[in-house]
């Protein structure tokens, strides 16, 4: 709901001017807020307005449940269900810079304070330790200037806002409704800011090797003591003058502590409420577990908990979730490429039938579960399906039964190595298939030489022939540290984690709110980090790394994967 | 006279500023209009129904087209272009409409062709709007061919091309437009 046009320097400090003036002229001409007692907001129960209120923000529905009208560009007009006020000021509503205009903060915390352009995050306390006496750009917003904002784009200090804001047709009861939300929109900072240090906490489910742990908390302890040694030693000198203040003033110590799960999945959530309430945390950073991350997820969802980066590749796949941000979709995603690259063939007889035949395990069911999924959004008709019984490795012969009794084109065989014995029977025809990266892991380059050519692999990271050129600096830092395993691939990710995290604590600046943190990852540009050949975000992108390769194992003993296929998107 | 030292900085300041494009990156200016030619590159890119669209064959059938550089979850430009786009086509005569409107994806990882279906879902787009994703090195080709590429969409600008029909140039609009200016800039390429 806002953003600025950028006018010549001495202009704006005629503008700033003219706002201070205005400061003391009386309230502009807006339609005064309807008075209503004491506890409600037009007639509602504050938390009634405040649910109606979000709906407004993230959804551009009015509280009637239509779209709330509005006009961009002087003369388009606009529902709110094609873009709301949280497409621009995101979530947290701390604003954003895209495509070359800044949308102003609308948070509670911001709106009640005067705006400076100079050192505009300064605290009205630093201002006055600091006696700054330029002027402001526009008071703090009452009610009713806020409202004349919204309905006109003219701020108080009677700044236009850029065409691009919409300008909105609301009622005073709707608009008392808005107002009343972001007033306590990010008003107060999250859980887990306590006094100079920012808490972080992991979280480590029964059942993972030591060896893994420290593959992960090694780096990740590292990155807090380096962060925390760093302020102490150039922190007086870095710090000085106003720009430094309020650079300092966005700073925090980190802390990191590790909450080890016990027992059952079932019983994870309780455990995780009970660590919450006795450390609160403002995220959660990696994390391991040797199945599936759902729990967590469900915990994070309900206790509006950021998680970055949990190092699984079992996570829930969702297009509405918000608070866990995942490199990928895991096992779902090279279901997925499976799908999209059959169909994507310019000859269609391979796509012609295709067999899933699926290992009773939690990777199985993700990798058929991605290829079923993306088949239908495809608009392709739905494939056969095996479930092999829990345990039982694929036998040649229940194979060549298959084979003979379905007739597919393709198999997709989503089996660990086990199956390997079983790969003869598809000599016996010309039917392809396709198996797992993840799922074969090691025993990847030990395919049967003999099914090779008819074997495409999902393999969900960078080729590996790449690889150490984007790895190196990694392996230099983590080489260090650590005995690494890079098969697990652990060490790696939490370094692309710490990446990502160290440009986020800077982007969020001194505003922190949960929120805040995963809108500012959602800003970050594309990253090339180890391991995937691209990571991306944008805002509610919760997926970073989006595709996968197709390979298929080389000939001889040592072989190397041969790529089959341009990183399949689509 | 004895000038002011602080005067003397703020006007150099702010002339380096204005030179530099600095406050220009801020603030875009009411939107600027030139007539360029373009040749398209021969890609095939993906539409929202999961459709392969040859690009060139597409752009250069001599059918009016206006294009625009997207991505679904954009934060401030694609709405407003969109709704650009949306608000121009309730202005189209009824019946089957001659003007092309095409989006092409800046984002193609995250742009699959169901992000593009619920995003023209959103603007309430009719027939006639298509939207167009592909490999990353087949988007940079177009983003280049039409000099638009960036590297990061997050800097990314408001961009309107409209090709004329009879010469086959494109009207590049930098900028954002109010509706009527939209119209009159189709109408004066002829597309409307």
Known sequence: ????????????????????????APALAAPPATAHPAGTVAGLPEDKALALGERMYRQGLLPSGE????????????????????SCHLRAGLGSWEGGIVTLPTNGARLAIPRYWKFPNLSPEERRELKLQNPAARPAYTDETLAHLLRTGRDPSGYDMHSVMPRYHLSDPDMAILIHYLRNLSARHSPGVVGDTLRFATVIAPGVSEDDQQAMLVPLNNYVARHNQFSAGFGNRMYLGVGGNEMSGAYRKLSLSVWRLTGAPETWEAQLDAFLAKEPAFALLGGLAPGDWKPIHAFCERAQLPCLFP?????????????????????YQEGQAAARYLHGLEDPKPARKVLQIIENSLEGKALAQGFRDTWAELGQAAMPEILLPEGKPL???????????????????????????????????????????????????????LVRTQVWITYPYRDPKLEPKYSLYADTLLGGLMQRHPETRISTRTYALIQILRQALMDMDRHFYRDNLLDRIGMQRDQILPDYLRLS????????????????????????????SEWVIH | MRRNPWATLLTTASLWLSGSGFLAAQAPPPYTRTLETYTVPDVV????????????????????????????TCTTICPVL???????????????SKVHLISVSIDPENDTPKVMRDYLKRYRAKPGWDFFTGRRE????????????????MSHYPLTLIRDPKTGQWIRIFGMMSSSEFVAECRKAGVL
């Not at chain 1, 400090?13 to 003391?24: E, K, N, R, S, V």
């Not at chain 2, 087949?138 to 969409?153: C, E, H, L, S, T």
């Open chain 1, 1 to 24: 709901m806002s953003g600025w046009r950028a006018i010549p320097l001495l202009s704006r400090c005629l503008a700033g001017a003219f706002g201070f003036l205005l400061l003391t």
């Open chain 1, 67 to 86: 779209p709330m009208p509005s006009v961009v560009n002087n003369d388009v007009p606009v529902a709110g269900t094609a873009f709301s006020c949280s």
């Open chain 1, 311 to 331: 190092i699984t590749d079992l996570p829930v796949v969702s297009d509405t979730d918000w608070y866990t941000q995942y490199f990928s979709k895991g096992y």
């Open chain 1, 395 to 449: 036998a040649l012969a229940t194979l060549a039964d298959l084979l003979a009794r379905e007739k597919p084109s393709t198999v997709l065989l989503w089996t660990g190595a086990s199956a390997f014995p079983a790969l003869t029977a598809l000599t016996r025809g010309a039917t392809g298939a396709f198996m797992s990266a993840r799922l074969l892991g090691s025993q990847l380059t030990s395919l049967p030489e």
């Open chain 1, 537 to 564: 975000f944008g805002p509610g992108q919760r997926y970073a790394s989006k595709g996968c390769f197709i390979m298929q194992v080389g000939p001889g003993p040592s072989p190397v994967l041969l790529r089959k």
């Open chain 2, 45 to 72: 890119l993906v539409n929202q129904d999961g459709a392969k669209v040859k690009l060139k064959a597409l752009l250069d059938s001599g059918e009016p087209v206006i294009l625009d550089f997207i991505f679904g």
């Open chain 2, 82 to 96: 969109s709704a650009g786009y949306a608000n121009l086509q309730t202005k189209l005569p009824a019946g089957p």
């Open chain 2, 138 to 153: 087949d988007i940079d080709k177009v983003m280049n061919a039409f000099n638009a590429y960036i590297p990061n969409k």
